[in-house]
């Protein structure tokens, strides 16, 4: 069964930062492409960055230069650095994985085949 674990929320001062994670057990990690959205009350859910199997990545516009996505197999794991958060970046933040060839652009991983359960992420002003 697969299973997705984030991990790192937290709250924060604008202009901090954090990192978030994610474990993927009972899945082929390192041959799928991986994605990190974000919700924030109100509002869809978005794509905030993704990253193929062989480790393109590929950013929203508004995190671009501020957020970094990585990706760990030899753990199974992904993360998301998160460097001058704003409040605008407070959001439920969710850990993703594709389908072998499931496309990355524009920050957004498509397909999506499973979800993890979200990490919280709140930013004061």
């Known amino acids: 069964q697969v299973q997705l674990a984030e991990s790192g929320g937290g709250s924060v001062q604008a202009g901090g930062s954090l990192r978030l994670s994610c474990i993927d057990s009972?899945?082929?990690?390192?041959?799928?492409?991986m994605g990190w959205f974000r919700q924030a009350p109100g509002k869809n859910r978005e794509g905030v960055a993704a990253?193929?199997?062989?480790?393109?990545?590929t950013y929203a516009r508004s995190v671009a230069g501020r957020f970094t996505i990585s990706r760990d197999n030899a753990k199974n794991t992904l993360y998301l650095q998160m460097n001058t958060l704003t409040p605008e970046d407070t959001a439920m933040y969710y850990c993703a994985a594709g389908s072998r060839g499931s496309p990355v652009g524009g920050g957004t991983l498509f397909g999506v085949a499973y979800w993890g359960q979200g990490t919280q992420v709140t930013v004061s002003s």
């Open positions: 009972g899945y082929r990690y390192s041959s799928v492409p």
């Open positions: 990253i193929s199997s062989a480790g393109i990545t």
